[in-house]
């Protein structure tokens, strides 16, 4: 990464950071910045969360681990990633009109891992994403080995979380990531 891109990028995060300090009360910027330039592979995934629309935010700390968590914190699921299937099981599947691509591919190539239900749940305890869009999360197996994938978004003052066929994609879902650092 060029040394101009990282500062970039580091600004945007420290702004969305000081604009949102709700989604991280126990955190300042500084603890969070001093840990960022020594790795790049978690500069990289980030500078590819935010190409891609998703906003990434610092939305806390894993108390076992001392990681800092990013999450995709824009307000509808990020436009560059919609219009996929789950995964590669459920593209490859498919016989005729195939999507560019699977969430789960998507999310790996950029070093991020989908929101699981219990985190998309949590994201949604920070605000109101997804009010006219919806974001696939992680499938538990026995869902997926019956053929399903889950997603969710927020309706009429509520989060669901509803599931249909891994192969389905549409324009409005997308997927949402989370990087620990």
């Known amino acids: 990464m060029k040394a101009n891109e990282r500062d970039n990028l580091l600004r945007q995060l420290a702004a969305r950071f000081q ?4 989604r ?3 955190l300042a910027w500084p603890d969070v910045q001093q840990r960022l330039p020594a790795q790049s592979d978690a500069l990289k995934s980030l500078l590819a969360m ?5 906003e990434p935010d610092v939305i806390g700390r894993d108390a076992a681990s001392d990681v800092i968590l990013f999450w ?9 990633r ?6 590669r099981a459920a593209l490859d599947s498919r016989k005729e009109n195939k999507p560019k691509g699977s969430a789960v591919d998507a999310a790996a190539a950029i070093g991020a891992a989908l929101l699981t239900e219990e985190q998309y749940r949590h994201l ?8 006219k ?14 053929g399903g994938a889950l997603f969710g978004d927020r309706r009429f003052g ?3 979380v509803y599931h249909n066929g891994a192969e389905s994609y549409y324009a409005a879902r997308g997927f949402r990531v989370l990087l620990r650092v």
């Open 24 to 26: 991280h009360r126990d």
């Open 19 to 22: 604009n949102h300090l709700q």
């Open 133 to 146: 869009t919806s974001s696939r999360i992680s499938t538990p197996a026995d869902v997926r080995k019956l």
């Open 72 to 80: 995709d914190c824009c307000a509808e699921s990020p436009r560059e």
């Open 82 to 87: 919609r219009s996929l299937c789950y995964d």
């Open 158 to 160: 509520r989060v669901f």
């Open 124 to 131: 949604q305890t920070l605000g109101e994403f997804d009010t």
């Open 50 to 54: 935010e190409a891609g629309g998703g």
